[in-house]
């Protein structure tokens, strides 16, 4: 199966920004590896894209009907629109590090509702005990720090969040 390719024209069918030739350059620069088939790498690009698709992206999607977010419209980065037809490099390059990264990471882990996380409890003397567990508002996301620097710029609030306890 050949991985369909958004190229700035919006399609309704795309599946991936970065190609399977983009992610072997990408690592082969960075001296990592990548699958030999050409099937294991299309599934790599297509969990990555998964992911990046949970991301809260600069501007607004260019039609109702396209399968990705980008094209948008209304972004831009440093002061410089970024056509509606573009496919920011930035993008296609943070595709292919999560790529190499669900190698071995599950990009978008899922956890059952009713699990509480890791528990932990400390004793003092005795007497005293705390115990200190995860409340279930929160998420164990992997950090793929390589991608999340490349995707800086095109994030609003630049990947920032406000977390209130």
Do not use: H
């Not at 991936?16 to 294991?40: F, K």
């Not at 190698?103 to 007497?127: E, F, H, M, Y």
């Amino acid at each position: 199966m050949a991985l369909i390719i958004e190229d700035g024209t919006a399609k309704v069918d795309a599946q991936s920004y970065a190609t399977v030739l983009e992610l072997q350059a990408y690592a082969a620069l960075r001296g990592r590896t990548v699958p030999a088939a050409e099937a294991a790498c299309e599934a790599l690009l297509v969990k990555a894209c998964d992911s990046l698709e949970s991301q809260d992206f600069i501007g607004d999607r260019l039609t109702a009907t396209q399968a990705l977010a980008w094209p948008r419209m209304n972004a831009e980065v440093e002061g410089w629109p970024i056509a509606t037809t573009e496919i920011p490099r930035q993008l296609v390059q943070a595709q292919c590090a999560l790529a190499i990264e669900a190698q071995t990471v599950n990009l978008l882990p899922v956890r059952d509702i009713n699990d509480s996380g890791p528990a932990s409890s400390k004793s003092v003397a005795g007497a005293v005990s705390i115990a200190y567990t995860n409340d279930g508002r929160t998420r164990n996301v992997p950090a793929v720090a390589s991608a999340k620097a490349l995707l800086r710029l095109l994030l609003r609030n630049s990947g920032l969040t406000l977390v209130r306890a």
